[in-house]
Each structure stands twice: as structure tokens, then as C-alpha cells.
């Protein structure tokens, strides 16, 4: 089945500075890479989502781009502000007939950005 | 408003008790998961569902039991409770047509004495 790693575990960034996570998968098959922000106590939350016929996507100071020769994908963070403080966690899966099915998750990058 | 409902929100039980937690939802969904989470932590599934009367065990072992008879509702129970299952408990899910963005409810925090 399908592996997702995540990496950092945890980043601590200054408020302005920016923030990258990084993630690898292991099928080939997958083909639908989302990224979900939980803020403590609250339910996660879809912030971006990336497809494989595209490379990168920008949604604001949100982006996400995606190397699937290299099987890898990341989140990057710009200006950041203290409510973007949370855990962040990305996801793979396998798109087929228009639906997803079952998300494979890596396990979560605490992000603290200091005033 | 299409939402995802999860009741309780918290529970505190004794070890051996049998419990049920309810997840329902408006979104019109066909497809239902139920993930383990301990606050800030590793999202691990542990049962889904991909339509009525559709049940499958997800990666995580788990000594619960989940039923699909309705396309609302996908309830988890724990025929016995034990201080182990003291987790957060989250419902989710995904459409079958459009955008298929997993949704999730808002939780049941679990906690066995």
C-alpha cells in the first residue's frame, strides 16, 4: 500500500519568515496530494490540493508543487503570521473515475511561527 | 448547512463499558471513514465505508465495530471499553462527484478511566 513521509516533524519559523514541509510518497499510482491544516483542538481542515497533471499551485501565501518523477511534494508557506501556527499534514491518493477513495496521511508537521 | 455531526463531543466512561459513538452527516456523501487521533498527532483510519451495507478495517487495528445501513449514518462502537481506547475519535468524508475533498467532523474525545 501506499507510504507517505513527512518531514519536518516539527518547524519554528519567526512571523514574516517563510515555511517548506516536505513530503514523499511510494505509489506511483497516486495522483491527488492534499494538504490539511488542525488547528489545537478543532478538526483538520483542506488548505490546498495539488493534482498530478500539475506541477504547482499558488492560493495566496499557500503553495504547494509537486516532482513525480521524484515522488515527493511540499508545502510552502510565505509571510508567515502566527495563526498560521498549527499541525499540518499532507496526504496522498488515488483518484479514479472522477472520486477518491482512501487517503493515505503522513504524520504531521507542528508549525509555530514566533511573534 | 451540509455538515458532518459527531456525538458525544466528549465522553468519560468506566473500563468495560459498551459505547457507540454516532456520526451522521448531510453532505450527501457515499463514502465514510473513521480516523483515531490523539491531539496533534498521527491521523490513523481505522474503519471505512464506501456505500451501505460496505464495511472494511482500515490500517490500524482496532477493537471496534462500525455498521453502514443508512448513507447518513456510520456509527463505531466498543463492545468494551478500555483505558487504551482514551483517544479522539474523528468521522469523515468524500463525495463521489465534483471536487472530492475529504471533509471531517468536529470529534468525540474519548476517555476511559
Known amino acids: 500500500g501506499e507510504n507517505v513521509e513527512q518531514h519536518p516533524s516539527t518547524l519554528s519559523v519567526q512571523e514574516g519568515d517563510s515555511a517548506v514541509i516536505k513530503c514523499t510518497y511510494s505509489?506511483?499510482?497516486?495522483?491527488?496530494f492534499p494538504w490539511y491544516k488542525q488547528e489545537l483542538g478543532k478538526r483538520p481542515q483542506l488548505i490546498i490540493d495539488i493534482r498530478s497533471n500539475v506541477g504547482e499551485k499558488k492560493d495566496q501565501r499557500i503553495a504547494v508543487t509537486l516532482n513525480k518523477t521524484a515522488k515527493h511534494f511540499s508545502l510552502h508557506i510565505t509571510e508567515t503570521q502566527p495563526e498560521d501556527s498549527a499541525v499540518y499534514f499532507c496526504?496522498?491518493?488515488?483518484?479514479?473515475?472522477?472520486?477518491?477513495?482512501?487517503?493515505?496521511f503522513g504524520k504531521g508537521t507542528l508549525l509555530t511561527v514566533n511573534p | 448547512e451540509a455538515d458532518i455531526y459527531q456525538t458525544p463531543r466528549y465522553l468519560v466512561i468506566g473500563t468495560g463499558k459498551k459505547i457507540t459513538l454516532e456520526c451522521s452527516q448531510t453532505?450527501?456523501?457515499?463514502?465514510m471513514y473513521w480516523y483515531q487521533q490523539d491531539p496533534g498527532m498521527e491521523l490513523h483510519l481505522i474503519h471505512y465505508s464506501y456505500g451501505v451495507n460496505s464495511t472494511e478495517k482500515g490500517d490500524l487495528s482496532s477493537e471496534s465495530t462500525v455498521s453502514r445501513i443508512r448513507t447518513e449514518h456510520f456509527p463505531l462502537t466498543l463492545e468494551s471499553a478500555r483505558p487504551s481506547h482514551t483517544s479522539q475519535y474523528l468521522c469523515a468524508t468524500i463525495g463521489t462527484f465534483g471536487y472530492n475533498e475529504q471533509f471531517f467532523g468536529p470529534g468525540t474525545r474519548l476517555t476511559v478511566l
Open positions: 496526504a496522498a491518493s488515488i483518484s479514479s473515475g472522477g472520486s477518491n477513495y482512501k487517503l493515505t
Open positions: 453532505m450527501g456523501h457515499d463514502k
Open positions: 505509489d506511483s499510482a497516486s495522483n491527488y
